[in-house]
C-alpha cells in the first residue's frame, strides 16, 4: 500500500492486532474459534500434555459434521473411527466448558453453515477454524481462514495467532447475471479464469454490483470456494442485506449493543482509493451456468462448451481420471448420482431453487439423487416450506445434516467409476469415494441433471 487508504481487509486486521514484530509477524487476536471432531482432537491432546487451560472456552463453538452418517442419527454411529471421532469431541468439550452442537442438538450442522446462521458469525470478525473452507464467513466482511492443527492449540492457549499480513486482491463482477446463472457459477467462472493458485499468498475482496445484488446464502457460496484458487480468504464488504440476515439471528446483538454494532460495520467498506495487491475484473454478461470436467475446481467450462484439449500432463492426467476425452460433449456423461449438499450449497436458498425446478417432475431412472440439508435448522425449514414434499415426490433421498458426500469421510461414498454431479467445491481424485468422478455444479444444474439423468443446456439464458 502507498496511500493511507485503507481496504476491507486492512480495517479489520487491523482492528485485530495485537502486537507487531517490527518487520516481521503479527499477533492476531482471534473473535471465534469453531471447531469439529476432525482436526481438533490433537489440539485438545497437545493442552494437555502442556498443562494448559483453554484460554477462553467461550469464544469456541464446536459441532459433528464431517464423520456423521446422514441416516439413524439418533442411533450410535456405526463406523468405529468416526464414532470414537465424535466421542472424543463431546468429551473435549464437557471437559473445558466449550458449547457442543452435536448429534440431537437442534441447532447441530455443517460448521459453516450453522455459524451464520445463528448470528455467531457477525461482520469485522476475525473468525477461525481447523478447515480451509471457513473462508466461507468472510461474506459478512469478516476475515475468517482455516488453520492448521497445530494453529488450533495455539488458539486453545492464547486466543491469538502470530501471522503475517496477506497481500490483498479484489475482484470486481459488474453487469447483470443471465437467468439460471447461480453464485455457484460466478465463483467457478472466476476459478476458470483465474486458476487454482491465483489467490496463493492473497486475502481476496469480491466487489461490484453481481455481489452487491447477491443474497447472502449466494454471498457464502462465492467466499466459501476462495480457497479453491488458491487465496487465504474472501470477503464481502456489509451492507444491508447483511445487516437484515444477522438482525433477529439467536446470538446477533440485541437492542443498544446491536445499533452500536451497526454503526461500526457500517464503516467496513474499502476506501475509494485504497490500492491493491492485484486486481481482476470480470463482466457478468459473460458467465453461464458451469460445470467442472476435471479434477480440480480450476478445470471448468459452461454446460454449451465441449471438454478441451489438456495443456499439460496433469491436465490429461485428470481427463483418464475422469474418464473423459477432448471434444466429448458433456451431455455423453453418464451421470448416476447427484448430490445437493455441503458447505458451499446447503442452505435453504439452494433447496429452494432445486424444488421450485423439480416440482411436479420426476427423477430420472438412473440417477440416484442425495438431497443433504446443511444444518438442523434448515432441515426444518424445508419442512415448513413443503419442500420435503416435492424432492419426495420426485424421488429424492432427503438425508439428516452433515458433511456427507462431499468428502468420503462418512457412509455417502460415491461408487468407483461413478460420476455425480455435485454441489460441493471440490472434485479431486477420490474426493467423494474411491475412483469417484466428481463433477462440480450449482444446486440448479444439479437438479436439473437428476431430472433429465444427463447433462444439458438451459434453453433462454438471457
Ligand atoms: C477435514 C477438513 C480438515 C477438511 C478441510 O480442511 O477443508 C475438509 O473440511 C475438506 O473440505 O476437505
Ligand atoms: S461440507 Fe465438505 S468442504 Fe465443507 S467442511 Fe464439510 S467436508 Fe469440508
Given at each position: 500500500?502507498?496511500?493511507?487508504?485503507?481496504?476491507?481487509?486492512?480495517?479489520?486486521?487491523?482492528?485485530?492486532?495485537?502486537?507487531?514484530?517490527?518487520?516481521?509477524?503479527?499477533?492476531?487476536?482471534?473473535?471465534?474459534?469453531?471447531?469439529?471432531?476432525?482436526?481438533?482432537?490433537?489440539?485438545?491432546?497437545?493442552?494437555?500434555?502442556?498443562?494448559?487451560?483453554?484460554?477462553?472456552?467461550?469464544?469456541?463453538?464446536?459441532?459433528?459434521?464431517?464423520?456423521?452418517?446422514?441416516l439413524?442419527?439418533?442411533?450410535?454411529?456405526?463406523?468405529?473411527?468416526?464414532?470414537?471421532?465424535?466421542?472424543?469431541?463431546?468429551?473435549?468439550?464437557?471437559?473445558?466448558?466449550?458449547?457442543?452442537?452435536?448429534?440431537?442438538?437442534p441447532?447441530?450442522?455443517?460448521?459453516?453453515?450453522?455459524?451464520?446462521?445463528?448470528?455467531?458469525?457477525?461482520?469485522?470478525?476475525?473468525?477461525?477454524?481447523?478447515?480451509?473452507?471457513?473462508?466461507?464467513?468472510?461474506?459478512?466482511?469478516?476475515?475468517?481462514?482455516?488453520?492448521?492443527?497445530?494453529?488450533?492449540?495455539?488458539?486453545?492457549?492464547?486466543?491469538?495467532?502470530?501471522?503475517?499480513?496477506?497481500?490483498?486482491?479484489?475482484?470486481?463482477?459488474?453487469?447483470?447475471?443471465?437467468?439460471?446463472?447461480?453464485?455457484?457459477?460466478?465463483?467457478?467462472?472466476?476459478?476458470?479464469?483465474?486458476?487454482?493458485?491465483?489467490?496463493?499468498?492473497?486475502?481476496?475482496e469480491?466487489?461490484?454490483?453481481?455481489?452487491?445484488?447477491?443474497?447472502?446464502?449466494?454471498?457464502?457460496?462465492?467466499?466459501?470456494?476462495?480457497?479453491?484458487?488458491?487465496?487465504?480468504?474472501?470477503?464481502?464488504?456489509?451492507?444491508?442485506?447483511?445487516?437484515?440476515?444477522?438482525?433477529?439471528?439467536?446470538?446477533?446483538?440485541?437492542?443498544?449493543?446491536?445499533?452500536?454494532?451497526?454503526?461500526?460495520?457500517?464503516?467496513?467498506?474499502?476506501?475509494?482509493?485504497?490500492?491493491?495487491?492485484?486486481?481482476?475484473?470480470?463482466?457478468?454478461?459473460?458467465?453461464?451456468?458451469?460445470i467442472t470436467?476435471?479434477?480440480?475446481?480450476?478445470?471448468g467450462?459452461?454446460?454449451?462448451?465441449i471438454?478441451?484439449?489438456?495443456?499439460?500432463e496433469?491436465?490429461?492426467?485428470?481427463?483418464?481420471?475422469?474418464?473423459?476425452?477432448?471434444?466429448?460433449?458433456?451431455?455423453?456423461?453418464?451421470?448416476?448420482?447427484?448430490?445437493?449438499?455441503?458447505?458451499?450449497?446447503?442452505?435453504?436458498?439452494?433447496?429452494?431453487?432445486?424444488?421450485?425446478?423439480?416440482?411436479?417432475?420426476?427423477?430420472?431412472?438412473?440417477?440416484?439423487?442425495?438431497?443433504?440439508?446443511?444444518?438442523?435448522?434448515?432441515?426444518?425449514?424445508?419442512?415448513?416450506?413443503?419442500?420435503?414434499?416435492?424432492?419426495?415426490?420426485?424421488?429424492?433421498?432427503?438425508?439428516?445434516?452433515?458433511?456427507?458426500?462431499?468428502l468420503?469421510?462418512?457412509?455417502?461414498?460415491?461408487?468407483?467409476?461413478?460420476?455425480?454431479?455435485?454441489?460441493?467445491?471440490?472434485?479431486?481424485?477420490g474426493?467423494?469415494?474411491?475412483?469417484?468422478?466428481?463433477?462440480?455444479?450449482?444446486?440448479?444444474?444439479?437438479?436439473?441433471?437428476?431430472?433429465?439423468?444427463?447433462?444439458?443446456?438451459?434453453?433462454?439464458?438471457?
Amino acid at each position: 500500500m502507498n496511500n493511507n487508504k485503507k481496504t476491507l481487509f486492512d480495517k479489520v486486521w487491523d482492528a485485530h492486532v495485537v502486537e507487531t514484530i517490527p518487520d516481521g509477524p503479527q499477533i492476531i487476536y482471534i473473535d471465534k474459534h469453531l471447531i469439529h471432531e476432525v482436526t481438533s482432537p490433537q489440539a485438545f491432546a497437545e493442552l494437555e500434555s502442556r498443562n494448559l487451560e483453554i484460554f477462553r472456552p467461550d469464544q469456541i463453538v464446536a459441532t459433528a459434521d464431517h464423520n456423521v452418517p446422514t441416516l439413524n442419527q439418533e442411533q450410535p454411529i456405526r463406523d468405529e473411527s468416526s464414532r470414537n471421532q465424535v466421542q472424543q469431541l463431546t468429551e473435549n468439550c464437557t471437559k473445558n466448558n466449550i458449547e457442543l452442537y452435536g448429534l440431537g442438538h437442534p441447532y447441530q450442522g455443517i460448521v459453516h453453515i450453522i455459524a451464520p446462521e445463528l448470528g455467531i458469525t457477525q461482520p469485522g470478525m476475525s473468525i477461525v477454524c481447523g478447515d480451509s473452507h471457513t473462508s466461507t464467513h468472510g461474506a459478512f466482511g469478516t476475515i475468517a481462514f482455516g488453520i492448521g492443527t497445530s494453529q488450533v492449540a495455539q488458539v486453545f492457549a492464547s486466543q491469538c495467532l502470530l501471522l503475517n499480513k496477506p497481500k490483498s486482491m479484489r475482484i470486481t463482477v459488474n453487469g447483470k447475471l443471465k437467468k439460471d446463472v447461480q453464485p455457484k457459477d460466478v465463483i467457478l467462472y472466476i476459478i476458470s479464469k483465474v486458476g487454482t493458485n491465483g489467490g496463493t499468498g492473497y486475502f481476496c475482496e469480491y466487489a461490484g454490483s453481481v455481489f452487491e445484488e447477491m443474497s447472502m446464502e449466494g454471498r457464502m457460496t462465492v467466499c466459501n470456494m476462495s480457497i479453491e484458487m488458491g487465496a487465504r480468504g474472501g470477503m464481502i464488504a456489509p451492507d444491508e442485506t447483511t445487516f437484515a440476515y444477522v438482525k433477529g439471528k439467536p446470538f446477533a446483538p440485541k437492542g443498544e449493543e446491536w445499533e452500536e454494532k451497526l454503526a461500526y460495520w457500517k464503516s467496513l467498506k474499502t476506501d475509494e482509493d485504497a490500492i491493491f495487491d492485484a486486481e481482476f475484473s470480470f463482466d457478468a454478461s459473460e458467465i453461464k451456468p458451469m460445470i467442472t470436467y476435471g479434477t480440480n475446481p480450476g478445470m471448468g467450462i459452461s454446460l454449451d462448451e465441449i471438454i478441451p484439449v489438456p495443456q499439460n500432463e496433469s491436465e490429461e492426467k485428470a481427463l483418464q481420471y475422469m474418464g473423459l476425452k477432448a471434444g466429448q460433449s458433456p451431455s455423453d456423461i453418464k451421470v448416476n448420482y447427484v448430490f445437493i449438499g455441503s458447505c458451499t450449497n446447503a442452505r435453504i436458498e439452494d433447496f429452494r431453487s432445486a424444488a421450485q425446478y423439480i416440482k411436479g417432475k420426476n427423477k430420472s431412472q438412473n440417477v440416484k439423487a442425495l438431497i443433504v440439508p446443511g444444518s438442523q435448522l434448515v432441515v426444518k425449514q424445508i419442512y415448513e416450506e413443503g419442500l420435503d414434499k416435492i424432492f419426495n415426490d420426485a424421488g429424492f433421498q432427503i438425508r439428516q445434516p452433515g458433511c456427507s458426500a462431499c468428502l468420503a469421510m462418512n457412509d455417502d461414498k460415491i461408487p468407483e467409476g461413478e460420476y455425480c454431479v455435485s454441489t460441493s467445491n471440490r472434485n479431486f481424485e477420490g474426493r467423494q469415494g474411491q475412483g469417484a468422478r466428481t463433477i462440480l455444479a450449482s444446486p440448479l444444474t444439479a437438479a436439473k441433471v437428476a431430472i433429465e439423468g444427463r447433462i444439458s443446456v438451459f434453453e433462454n439464458l438471457n
